[in-house]
């Protein structure tokens, strides 16, 4: 666990802990945070192409744990692409949010339609394009990958790169600071528990 030195009054005053238990809603970057940040184009028969990325299990299961421990879960990228909106299906996310070239308009959207304050939302980024909400809300978090900029900022910085486990990372933090991460584990164990049963089940274009 890194924890890293924040650069406001404020962000002196707590500690990323601290910080973590207040948290109710998370919400991550999808390229470099949910994946490695490689995008493959596949030429299709038409001249156009068909984009894939790869994500990580880790994170699919670690995104029903985080929702066992009652957060609040969505992701917002600047590219549109019909493999994330697959993806961001298959986990049941609550917030999708696509095309976002300024995310703090999507942010301020998620607040509206919870009504928490953006010191209890957490956000995982690896790229300049995550500053703006990076800087505002509860909780910012840097993937292990992440441009020197955005690590500047954070809060805490995953043990994991994106695309292998950061997402999973994030959560662990904030549902061990909570107290809840070994309940929310055994919730998801019990065989009587439908709600675990049926989370993280990727169907693919099935």
Do not use: W
């Not at 002196?12 to 991550?28: D, G, W």
């Not at 949010?97 to 928490?116: D, S």
């Not at 995982?124 to 909400?133: A, E, K, Q, R, S």
């Not at 994106?162 to 107290?179: E, K, M, V």
Request: charged share 25%; glycine share 12%; net charge negative.
């Amino acid at each position: 666990m890194r924890l890293v030195g924040p650069v406001t009054r404020y962000h002196r005053q707590m500690t990323a802990e601290a910080r973590a238990k207040n948290i109710k809603v998370l919400v991550f970057d999808v390229d470099g945070v949910l994946t490695d940040g490689q995008i493959f184009v596949v030429p299709g028969p038409d001249g156009k192409g068909i984009e894939s990325k790869g994500f990580a299990a880790h994170d699919g299961l670690g995104i029903t744990l985080g929702r066992l421990g009652g957060l609040r879960i969505g992701i917002i990228t600047k590219r549109n692409s019909q493999t994330v909106a697959i993806r961001a299906r298959d986990l049941k996310l609550e917030f999708v949010y696509q095309g976002q070239a300024h995310k703090m308009n999507a942010i301020r959207e998620i607040l509206a339609q919870t009504g928490y304050s953006i010191d209890q939302l957490a956000y995982v980024g690896d790229d300049i394009i995550d500053l703006p909400v990076m800087r505002q809300c509860g909780l910012a978090v840097a993937t292990d990958n992440a441009r020197q900029q955005v690590k500047d900022v954070a809060h805490y910085i995953t043990p994991s790169p994106g695309g292998h486990g950061a997402g999973r990372d994030a959560i662990d933090f904030i549902l061990s600071a909570q107290g809840s991460l070994e309940r929310v584990i055994e919730e998801y164990l019990d065989e009587d528990n439908k709600a675990s049963e049926v989370a993280d089940v990727g169907v693919g274009n099935m």
